[in-house]
């Protein structure tokens, strides 16, 4: 399924609040209807964002927290490692 797709799916879904999805090696946060869009970041290396050339980026390593609320809502935050430990 592309990304076209999977947003036209989850859009008709009236329950679906966000999706989550990693692998991509950046922290993403976004919107897209009423769908909170995040990525979570690699817990290895970044991959530098909005570039043309592949590059590796600084960022350390991450993670992404969530918390569903009973309203449906979701809390997040990225957390990373600390570069100089």
């Not at 690699?42 to 043309?52: D, E, G, I, N, R």
Request: with cysteine; charged share 20%; net charge positive.
């Amino acid at each position: 399924m592309n990304g076209e797709d999977l947003l036209a799916t989850l859009s008709k879904r009236h329950t679906a609040r966000g999706y989550l999805s990693g692998h991509v090696h950046q922290a993403y946060d976004g919107q897209y209807e009423r769908m909170k869009l995040m990525t979570t970041p690699s817990t290895c290396w970044q991959f530098k964002a909005l570039t043309t050339q592949f590059a590796i980026d600084e960022l350390p390593p991450g993670w992404r927290w969530l918390a569903l609320q009973a309203d449906g809502s979701i809390e997040t935050k990225v957390s990373r490692l600390d570069a100089k430990a």
